[in-house]
């Protein structure tokens, strides 16, 4: 018997073990199989042939021409049982309003199963129904390889925990599977207002006569609904009566069905040995993007290409993995932007109707306003009218005001440290950055986190306003950006280090330690950043008052040299974000302890700034949402601290998130700081600005649109290009009053022309 961790295995396995006859196990089978007639290949399923669960599934044309292109069988047996439709309508209150364009394609799970195991029995793979397969550790010592697609509950991955590594989340809403008698004539999501709560269906047709309906509610809605104490049938009966007039009167039926929880399976590694995971075993996604049987199939396909092209199974299953995972995980991030809506789905429901839905089709940031605009250019013009954009304006370049500023555009040159002054004074690289991006078209430039003290500062190279010197060089890039950029605002972001300062400058070393200058540090608590960083003093009550000045001081000098807007910096982990979160703030005096008293001295700077700063100028906080570690800062804390702060004063909250304590384990992704603005707008009513990861214009259009955020704030896109704004209304044929071309740069607003890329192709081919 060959050991399954030996070399001597190839990649063209004769033997295949497969646990699990789902759509993912049956067409990995068929796959290998046509690709090796030779091979034996068996597949265990503990359930009978027709035993399903879930009615319909939906593939996108991109998964189907992956399978046009392996098994043109397979497919064409697909292809004449499809339900295809383009529409989704949302309905809300009473409204419905339909977005066309999307191009769906479903078929039922059971006819999808059926076509899948003749395909396997005229290939030669021997079925086992009703049969238990053995542990994968018992197959794995007589197949060469094994394939565990065995379901969400998989026991494989279970069994090999230690190796796999998995993670699986819990979410928020109760859900259950069921089908009505009709077919829907589009996507249709409706929602239900009721006396216990919120609850929505997800329904689409999956045949001539059938359709898939989901219905969902956040657990406490469920509970309180009484549908813990309701029997199947009992609960069938009453998600048909709730959502009749989406079901037309009609009623509803089951299989088996049963209200679950959402669970989120991730896994560091997905093989061991000869053991490898494929679909659900290795990965879910929520079933409101589609793509759990997508996600299956597409595995399947990657993992039969894969042991084709490697010269082994280890290099195999190892090219496997890292061909799937990234796309897993982009589509994972999706699905829990669209999982994290629909939980918070209550956050919406008395916004406008057209920008609800806007809402709702742009919830995963996969759809977006360019590509809706291309699928349904009367759909988003409407929502674009009733947004208030006049015509041919993107959303982006709307004007927005905060107390006595207008900003033209809803763009932000976010804050970005630059560690380029001398002694805290801004030099001439600080009027050429900042310069350089109000000629830029953004609506707002931010500085750099300015320090209100020397034992404030991040480094040696950061800028600060606690001299008349300092003030002066400010004053001067204040008056070029008024000057040179009329209608571009610039604002000052007022912050103290506390216990990350005395540190190299960043690409010298991120917050580490200076190797010699070192200053003193101060913060809320005397707990390190770092396990080699220097241990801060725990400030004293008069420390508190000298600090508190400190920042009265810098913003009276920011005032004096005509700074637009100004920013508390509460964030980051820096001296006023280490007061508010308990991670940091182990105090037990009247400023530590409680969140009200952990937010008593940054509520008191706030105070003593604003009481200086000149009444029609704007003011906002920036804070970390969540610290990304446990027992910190969490979304609820957010929004009571942006509560706090709007209750003082504040005009608008700049929602960032983390680095706060070094063992944050972010979730990094495209946009992925914006729900936590999008939860304080809508719970607070406060403006918000967004940052973290937005990257193109047509994420900004988005976010504004669909109204998660007020302005957006963008770093790294303004290091790599200082006319961000100006290419962005370029490229998307913008010339308004929401962003100006200066007058020297005017001649360079149309995009350059590049050489021929429109050769004309060759009519003929001829033989040798």
Same mark, same amino acid.
């Given at each position: 018997?060959t050991n399954?961790? *030996?070399?001597?295995?190839? *990649?063209?396995?004769?033997?295949v073990?497969?646990?699990g006859?789902?759509?993912?196990?049956?067409?990995?089978?068929?796959?290998?199989?046509?690709?090796?007639?030779?091979?034996?290949?068996?597949?265990?399923?503990?359930?009978a042939?027709?035993d399903t669960?879930?009615?319909?599934?939906?593939?996108?044309?991109e998964?189907?021409?992956?399978?046009e292109h392996?098994?043109?069988?397979?497919?064409?047996?697909?292809q004449?049982d499809f339900?295809?439709?383009?529409?989704?309508?949302?309905?809300?209150r009473g409204?419905?309003h339909?977005?066309?364009?999307h191009?769906f394609?479903?078929?039922?799970?059971?006819?999808?199963?059926?076509?899948?195991h $003749?395909?396997?029995r005229?290939l030669?793979?021997?079925?086992?129904?009703r049969?238990e397969?053995?542990?994968?550790?018992?197959?794995?010592?007589?197949y060469d390889?094994v394939?565990?697609?065995?379901?969400?509950?998989s026991?494989?991955?279970?069994?090999y925990a230690?190796v796999f590594r998995p993670?699986v989340a819990?979410?928020?809403c109760r &859900?259950?599977?069921?089908?009505?008698?009709?077919?829907?004539d589009a996507?249709?999501?409706e929602?239900?207002?009721?006396?216990?709560g919120?609850?929505q269906?997800?329904?689409y047709?999956?045949?001539?006569?059938?359709?898939?309906v989901?219905v969902e509610?956040?657990e406490?809605?469920w509970q *309180?609904?009484?549908f813990?104490?309701?029997g199947?049938?009992?609960?069938v009966d009453?998600c048909?009566?709730?959502?009749?007039?989406?079901l037309?009167?009609r009623?509803?039926?089951?299989?088996?069905s049963?209200? @679950?929880?959402?669970?989120?399976?991730?896994n560091e590694?997905?093989?061991? %040995?000869?053991? /490898?995971l494929?679909g659900?075993?290795?990965?879910t996604?929520?079933?409101s993007?589609?793509s759990?049987?997508?996600l299956?199939?597409?595995d399947?396909?990657a993992?039969?290409? +894969?042991?084709?092209e490697?010269?082994d199974?280890?290099s195999a299953l190892?090219?496997y993995?890292e061909?799937?995972?990234?796309? /897993?995980a982009?589509t994972q991030?999706?699905?829990?932007?669209?999982?994290e809506w629909?939980e918070?789905?209550?956050?919406y429901?008395?916004q406008?109707?057209l920008?609800f839905?806007f809402n709702?089709?742009t919830?995963s940031?996969?759809v977006t306003?360019?590509?809706?605009?291309?699928r349904?250019a009367?759909f988003t013009g409407a929502?674009e009218?009733?947004?208030? +954009?006049?015509?041919?304006?993107p959303p982006?370049?709307?004007?927005f005001?905060l107390?006595g500023?207008?900003l033209?555009?809803r763009v932000?040159?976010?804050?970005?440290d630059?560690?380029?002054?001398t002694?805290?004074v801004?030099g001439?690289?600080?009027?050429?950055h900042l310069?350089?991006?109000?000629l830029?078209g953004?609506g707002l430039v931010m500085?750099?986190?300015?320090c209100?003290?020397p034992?404030?500062?991040? @480094?040696p190279?950061?800028?600060g306003l606690?001299?008349?010197?300092q003030?002066? *060089?400010?004053?001067?890039?204040v008056?070029?950006?008024?000057t040179q950029?009329p %209608? @571009?605002?610039?604002?000052v972001?007022?912050?103290?280090s506390g216990?990350?300062?005395?540190?190299?400058l960043?690409w010298?070393?991120?917050?580490?330690p200076?190797?010699d200058?070192?200053w003193?540090? /101060?913060a809320?608590?005397?707990?390190p950043?770092?396990?080699d960083s220097q241990?801060?003093?725990?400030l004293?009550?008069s420390q508190?008052t000298?600090?508190?000045?400190?920042?009265t001081?810098?913003?009276?000098?920011?005032a004096?040299?005509?700074?637009d807007?100004?920013?508390?910096h +509460?964030a980051?982990?820096?001296?006023?974000?280490?007061?508010l979160?308990p991670?940091?703030?182990?105090?037990?005096?009247?400023?530590g302890g409680t969140l009200?008293?952990?937010?008593r001295?940054?509520?008191e700077?706030?105070?003593?700034?604003?009481?200086v700063?000149?009444?029609e100028?704007p003011m906002?906080?920036?804070?970390?949402?969540t610290?990304w570690?446990e027992?910190?800062?969490g979304a609820?804390?957010a929004?009571?601290i942006?509560?706090?702060?709007?209750?003082h004063?504040?005009?608008?909250?700049d929602?960032s998130?983390?680095q706060?304590v070094?063992d944050?384990r972010?979730?990094?992704?495209?946009?992925?700081q914006t729900? &936590?603005a999008d939860?304080i707008r809508?719970?607070?009513?406060?403006?918000v600005i967004?940052?973290?990861a937005i990257?193109s214009?047509? $994420?900004v259009?988005?976010l504004?649109?669909?109204?998660?955020?007020?302005? +957006?704030?963008?770093a790294?896109p303004?290091?790599?290009?200082?006319?961000w704004?100006?290419?962005?209304?370029?490229?998307?044929?913008y010339?308004?009053?929401?962003?100006v071309?200066?007058a020297?740069?005017?001649?360079?607003?149309?995009r350059p022309q590049?050489g021929?890329? $429109?050769a004309?192709?060759?009519r003929l081919t001829?033989?040798s």
């Amino acid at each position: 018997m060959t050991n399954p961790q *030996s070399p001597a295995r190839t *990649s063209h396995p004769l033997r295949v073990a497969i646990i699990g006859g789902g759509p993912g196990g049956l067409y990995a089978a068929a796959l290998l199989k046509r690709l090796d007639p030779a091979r034996e290949i068996t597949v265990w399923e503990r359930n009978a042939p027709d035993d399903t669960f879930g009615f319909g599934v939906v593939l996108s044309d991109e998964t189907l021409g992956g399978i046009e292109h392996a098994d043109p069988a397979v497919y064409e047996a697909m292809q004449n049982d499809f339900v295809r439709w383009d529409d989704i309508d949302i309905v809300h209150r009473g409204d419905r309003h339909t977005s066309g364009g999307h191009g769906f394609a479903a078929l039922g799970r059971k006819r999808l199963l059926e076509i899948l195991h $003749d395909r396997c029995r005229d290939l030669g793979v021997e079925l086992r129904f009703r049969t238990e397969a053995l542990d994968a550790a018992g197959l794995a010592d007589t197949y060469d390889l094994v394939i565990a697609a065995d379901g969400v509950n998989s026991a494989t991955r279970e069994a090999y925990a230690h190796v796999f590594r998995p993670h699986v989340a819990t979410h928020h809403c109760r &859900y259950i599977w069921l089908a009505a008698d009709f077919a829907f004539d589009a996507f249709r999501f409706e929602i239900a207002e009721t006396e216990h709560g919120v609850m929505q269906l997800h329904g689409y047709p999956y045949a001539a006569d059938a359709s898939t309906v989901i219905v969902e509610m956040r657990e406490e809605v469920w509970q *309180s609904a009484g549908f813990a104490e309701l029997g199947e049938q009992g609960s069938v009966d009453r998600c048909a009566k709730i959502f009749a007039d989406a079901l037309r009167g009609r009623p509803l039926k089951s299989n088996k069905s049963a209200w @679950t929880t959402f669970r989120t399976v991730v896994n560091e590694h997905w093989s061991h %040995g000869n053991v /490898v995971l494929l679909g659900d075993a290795a990965h879910t996604a929520h079933f409101s993007i589609g793509s759990g049987t997508k996600l299956a199939v597409e595995d399947a396909l990657a993992l039969a290409a +894969c042991l084709e092209e490697q010269p082994d199974i280890a290099s195999a299953l190892s090219a496997y993995e890292e061909e799937r995972k990234p796309v /897993v995980a982009s589509t994972q991030r999706a699905a829990r932007a669209s999982l994290e809506w629909f939980e918070n789905l209550g956050l919406y429901l008395d916004q406008p109707p057209l920008q609800f839905a806007f809402n709702l089709l742009t919830r995963s940031r996969r759809v977006t306003h360019d590509n809706l605009r291309l699928r349904d250019a009367g759909f988003t013009g409407a929502v674009e009218r009733d947004f208030g +954009c006049p015509t041919g304006t993107p959303p982006m370049f709307t004007p927005f005001r905060l107390r006595g500023l207008t900003l033209r555009n809803r763009v932000v040159v976010s804050p970005m440290d630059m560690y380029s002054a001398t002694d805290g004074v801004p030099g001439d690289f600080h009027l050429v950055h900042l310069g350089s991006r109000a000629l830029g078209g953004a609506g707002l430039v931010m500085t750099e986190m300015v320090c209100v003290s020397p034992e404030g500062r991040i @480094t040696p190279g950061c800028t600060g306003l606690y001299t008349g010197r300092q003030a002066d *060089s400010w004053k001067r890039v204040v008056q070029f950006v008024h000057t040179q950029a009329p %209608g @571009t605002a610039i604002g000052v972001q007022l912050g103290h280090s506390g216990r990350k300062g005395s540190t190299k400058l960043m690409w010298e070393g991120m917050d580490e330690p200076l190797d010699d200058g070192n200053w003193p540090l /101060v913060a809320a608590s005397p707990i390190p950043y770092k396990p080699d960083s220097q241990t801060p003093r725990e400030l004293s009550r008069s420390q508190l008052t000298d600090i508190r000045e400190q920042f009265t001081s810098a913003a009276w000098r920011a005032a004096r040299a005509g700074f637009d807007l100004l920013e508390l910096h +509460c964030a980051h982990g820096y001296l006023l974000s280490g007061f508010l979160s308990p991670l940091t703030n182990r105090r037990t005096d009247a400023y530590g302890g409680t969140l009200e008293k952990r937010l008593r001295f940054p509520l008191e700077v706030f105070d003593a700034v604003r009481n200086v700063w000149p009444e029609e100028r704007p003011m906002t906080v920036r804070i970390s949402a969540t610290d990304w570690a446990e027992g910190g800062t969490g979304a609820d804390d957010a929004v009571e601290i942006a509560r706090a702060f709007a209750a003082h004063g504040a005009d608008a909250i700049d929602v960032s998130t983390g680095q706060v304590v070094a063992d944050e384990r972010p979730e990094f992704g495209r946009s992925y700081q914006t729900p &936590y603005a999008d939860r304080i707008r809508h719970t607070t009513g406060l403006p918000v600005i967004a940052v973290g990861a937005i990257s193109s214009w047509d $994420d900004v259009n988005s976010l504004i649109l669909a109204g998660r955020t007020d302005l +957006c704030a963008l770093a790294r896109p303004h290091l790599y290009d200082p006319n961000w704004t100006l290419h962005a209304a370029a490229e998307q044929g913008y010339d308004g009053p929401g962003v100006v071309w200066p007058a020297p740069y005017r001649a360079g607003s149309r995009r350059p022309q590049t050489g021929r890329t $429109d050769a004309p192709k060759p009519r003929l081919t001829l033989g040798s």
